[in-house]
């Protein structure tokens, strides 16, 4: 009994330094949307063309999930680089053998992406800034891009949806033109 309530307390511990480990070195923790944002971001993705959507930090998976559930048709990526999420991610999707979606053990920055019809995030306002020049790079490329809570600089969205949830914080759309600087 003692050994099994050792083993508990190692795993616990190693599961422990290794979310508190990714959160700080990739500056966010693997915190999930909140289901209202979920919504607001799925209908905005409906209104972003049928081609792939990429999660941009797909997390648990708990977005690339739902919206592989809803759209079988569609293709969607996600991108992890914390292992533990990435991995619960993996078990979930053979689990519900979701063969439209695809999910990445790599950090999407130095990634070669494929092109996107939509891009997805909940990041934070440094990863913003530099999501933004990527795109001006064009070494980012989608048609739109959704993101929960932060805006993307100096870009005007062409929608937001302010949510009533406990964050009250809204979710943002984006056209992404050739022209924008
Ligand atoms: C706040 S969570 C959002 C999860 C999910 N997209 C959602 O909306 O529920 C952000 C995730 O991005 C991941 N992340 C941050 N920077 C990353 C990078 N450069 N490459 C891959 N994943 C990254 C983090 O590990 C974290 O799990």
């Given at each position: ?46 209104e ?10 797909s ?31 993996i ?68 929608k ?16 992404i ?5």
């Amino acid at each position: 009994m003692i050994t099994f309530h050792i083993f508990l307390l190692i795993f616990t511990v190693l599961i422990t330094v290794s979310l508190v480990y990714s959160s700080v070195k990739l500056g966010i923790s693997p915190m999930p949307s909140s289901s209202k944002a979920y919504n607001a971001m799925m209908a905005l993705a409906d209104e972003a063309g049928t081609g792939p959507i990429i999660d941009l930090g797909s997390g648990w998976g708990n977005f690339v999930i739902r919206i592989a559930k809803r759209n079988p048709n569609r293709q969607i990526i996600g991108y992890e680089l914390s292992f533990l999420p990435w991995f619960t991610s993996i078990l979930l999707k053979n689990l519900l053998g979701l063969n439209n979606l695809t999910l990445h053990r790599k950090d999407f920055y130095n990634t070669n992406l494929p092109a996107a019809s939509v891009l997805v995030c909940y990041l934070y306002p440094e990863a913003m800034n530099r999501i933004n020049n990527k795109l001006r790079l064009k070494e980012i490329k989608g048609d739109f891009l959704i993101s929960n809570n932060f805006a993307l600089p100096s870009r005007r969205p062409c929608k937001v949806i302010p949510l009533e949830d406990f964050y009250k914080s809204p979710v943002y759309l984006y056209e992404i033109h050739e022209e924008d600087t």
